[in-house]
């Protein structure tokens, strides 16, 4: 069964500093890969995905992630954070064979300014 | 840009009450799911609807759940008799096609149990 795990429950970063959110996936075969975000009050949006090919992926307000196979990461990373990037985030996982994503658990970004 | 929206946003109810959390989708899509949240936990996946029939569920999903699309454009989730277990968020998503794995989701429903 697939699994994800998102080792930071909490992240804390000043305002214009960068930020990497880690994301471990357990799954045999090529995963789908998928960074969520909840604002407050919001339902959950997707920032970016990963099926196949480029292994850096590009996504909404200035986020990317990268597929690494070797360490079963897709870690999220922004180069300068935003206060309004303050949310929790969702890693999630999906396979070929269903197109149900399994999320982890989530990671809190608290941006000081 | 079109959106799901949820109602109610809140609500309570005692242990042993039916609820019905309401859901309207996109209007194009096809595909509909359930997903609940309890606090300080994962998402967790409930349930997946189309063509007017589940297509795929949980563990979690037991007989106390149904979910049903009683016109053309909302999309319910009943929870016949409630438990205290049963407080959580309750997200309602909808996609365009099933291999498009791109789901919006509404801003949830916090349903609590006393």
Redesign the interface.
């Known amino acids: 069964a697939q699994s994800v795990t998102q080792p930071d429950i909490h992240i804390t970063v000043s305002e214009g500093a960068s930020l990497e959110l880690r994301c471990n996936y357990s799954y045999g075969a090529t995963p789908y890969l998928f960074w969520y975000v909840q604002s407050p009050g919001q339902g959950l949006q997707l920032l970016l995905k990963y099926f196949s090919g480029d292994t850096l992926v590009q996504g909404i307000k200035g986020f990317e992630a990268e597929f690494k196979r070797s360490q079963s990461s897709f870690n999220l990373r922004k180069p300068s954070v935003h206060w309004s990037d303050a949310a929790e985030y969702f890693c999630a996982v999906g396979s070929g064979g269903s197109y149900i994503p399994t999320f982890g658990r989530g990671t809190s970004l608290i941006v000081h300014p | 840009e079109p959106e ?1 929206t ?1 109602t109610p946003s809140h609500q309570v109810t005692q242990m042993g009450q039916e609820v019905i959390l309401r859901c309207v989708p996109i209007s194009n899509h096809l ?1 509909f ?1 359930w997903y609940r949240q309890i606090l300080g ?5 409930l349930v ?1 609807f189309y063509n007017n029939e589940i297509s ?1 569920k949980s563990e979690i999903f037991d007989d106390q759940f149904s979910v049903e699309r009683p016109d053309g454009s909302n999309f319910t989730l009943k929870i016949r008799s409630t438990k205290l277990e049963d407080s959580a968020m309750y ?1 309602c ?1 909808s ?1 365009s096609g ?2 498009s ?8 429903t916090r349903l609590t149990v006393t």
């Open positions: 799901v949820q595909y799911y936990q994962k998402v967790e996946f997946s795929e997200f998503a996609s099933s291999l794995y791109e789901q919006y989701f509404g801003p949830g």
